[in-house]
Each structure stands twice: as structure tokens, then as C-alpha cells.
């Protein structure tokens, strides 16, 4: 077997899909284990891959391991596998606040390779955006494939460790802030006659519009809102009462606070 996932959620179904999808490692490449029969059978349904319900079958038949379950579960799970994990095996953890060196300290004087991954939720519709860094045993090559991996879920970049805080505040839990603001617009929307449904596809749809302007353009955001902004006009009117509320200060200091959770949760990785 080329790839194996411990843990089969919905963020591990979301990498195999892309991956299967990519024809980056066909399905037949690939074995998961989950501790649910329910979750064996779904991914079995959705991506066609070997499931099992032992993680020491995972890592005796997988060349790459990805580590895609619950952080809090972390050192019980490598526990229960270090001796069999081998150190031609490259480890790609998804965990939040699990750093590079805190899982090579669980594997003790074994030297692991580990790469670090953090994507997020639109993974699971293709366009994640995910940032990676590695350990000192990690070749360029290898680093180089698991960004390839990567690519069949969205977008990923080779980031360093250090800035993993503000990865999670940016990319990894901004969506949630996106959706806030799709469903205020959506709601005002509703308050003016529309049907709520058609009011999630425009809200949706103008979001995923523009943040591809900001993507393939180059164009800075600010230029982009400016073109949109005629004088006197509806637009700049309501950019006025966004600044009166004060909406980019909101959405500055909630992903400065997410941050600093996430900081205060890695500082917390060494209580199991």
C-alpha cells in the first residue's frame, strides 16, 4: 500500500477523495483505519479504499502514514503503534497544536520522519487551503510530494512551523468567519424579499467570486473594492456603515484571539 490513514473523519475522506480524484495514488493504494464500523463503510463507499479496523495494520502495509485523528488522541494512538512505525516512513499529521518536534518525542529515540500539514474544511469540496512544513529527517523530495498530495484538495505552501498560529487564524478556522458573513448578507438579503435559498446562492457565490479575483488578478484587495466602489454610489455607502461599525477592527482582533488560542493550545500539547 502506498498511503495509510489512521482515522477515517471527514477531513481524512476529504484528502483520499482529492487524491483519488487527482490520480495522484489510486484507491486500491490506499487502507484507513477507524475504531466505527459505520465510519469503515462510509469511507469504503465514498473513496473505494481497503478499511480495517486495527492502526498496526495500517502502518505494517503503508508506506506514507497520515495521521488524521483528534489531537487529544494523539500519544494513546502512537503508543499503540511505535514500535512497528519504521524510520523509511514518512508521517503527515493533520492535528492542530501537535508540533513537529512533540510527535517525534512521542516515537522516543526512533528517528521519524514528520511532516506537518494544516488544512482546512473546503478540502472536502477541492479547495482547501493547506500549509506544510517537515522535520529535519525529511528529505526536499519528500516534503515536495506531500505539497503534491496536498494539491488535490486545493491549494498548499510550504510554510515554517513558527507561523502555524497564524495559519489556523487565517486559513484553518477563517471559513467559519466566511460563513458568518455570508449568512449576515443572506439574512439582510431575506429582509429585503428573497427567498432564503436564493439568498445563500448570491451571498455564496459573489464570496467565491471575488476571493478568485483576489487569486488569479494579483490585484491587492483594496484596488479590487475600489473598482467596485462608484462615487456617491450604493456600494461605498455601504462600505461607510461596514467602517462606522467598525468591521475590519472585528474581524482583525477575532483572528488575532483565534491566534493566541492557538498558541495557548500548543503551549497545553505536553498534558496528555
Request: glycine fraction near 10%.
Amino acid at each position: 500500500m502506498k498511503l495509510g490513514f489512521i482515522g477515517c473523519g471527514n477531513m481524512a475522506n476529504a484528502i483520499m477523495g482529492g487524491i483519488i480524484r487527482a490520480g495522484l495514488v489510486p484507491a486500491e493504494e490506499i487502507i484507513g483505519s477507524d475504531p466505527t464500523a459505520d465510519g469503515r463503510e462510509r469511507t469504503r463507499k465514498e473513496n473505494g479504499i481497503l478499511v480495517t479496523d486495527s492502526n498496526r495494520e495500517v502502518v505494517e502495509k503503508a508506506e506514507v502514514l497520515f495521521f488524521t485523528i483528534k489531537p487529544q488522541y494523539f500519544h494513546e494512538m502512537i503508543a499503540g503503534i511505535r514500535d512497528l512505525v519504521r524510520e523509511d516512513q514518512l508521517i503527515i499529521s493533520i492535528a492542530a497544536g501537535r508540533t513537529l518536534a512533540y510527535i517525534a518525542s512521542e516515537f522516543g529515540e526512533k528517528k521519524v520522519k514528520v511532516v506537518r500539514l494544516m488544512p482546512n474544511t473546503p478540502a472536502m469540496v477541492g479547495e482547501g487551503m493547506t500549509a506544510a512544513c517537515a522535520n529535519e529527517n525529511v528529505s526536499k523530495e519528500e516534503l515536495a510530494y506531500a505539497v503534491k498530495i496536498c494539491a488535490g484538495f486545493g491549494r498548499a505552501e510550504i510554510v515554517p512551523e513558527s507561523l502555524f498560529d497564524v495559519v489556523t487564524a487565517v486559513s484553518g478556522s477563517s471559513p467559519a468567519y466566511v460563513f458568518m458573513f455570508i449568512e449576515a448578507m443572506a439574512d439582510a438579503a431575506v429582509q429585503g424579499g428573497m427567498a432564503r435559498a436564493q439568498a445563500y446562492t448570491f451571498a455564496a457565490q459573489a464570496v467565491l467570486g471575488s476571493a478568485k479575483m483576489v487569486l488569479e488578478t494579483g490585484k491587492h484587495p483594496g484596488e479590487l473594492k475600489d473598482m467596485v466602489t462608484s462615487p456617491a454610489g450604493t456600494t461605498i455607502e455601504a462600505v461607510r456603515v461596514l467602517e462606522e461599525k467598525g468591521f475590519r477592527s472585528a474581524v482583525f482582533e477575532g483572528t488575532k484571539a483565534c491566534m493566541e488560542k492557538s498558541a495557548q493550545m500548543r503551549m497545553q500539547q505536553g498534558k496528555k
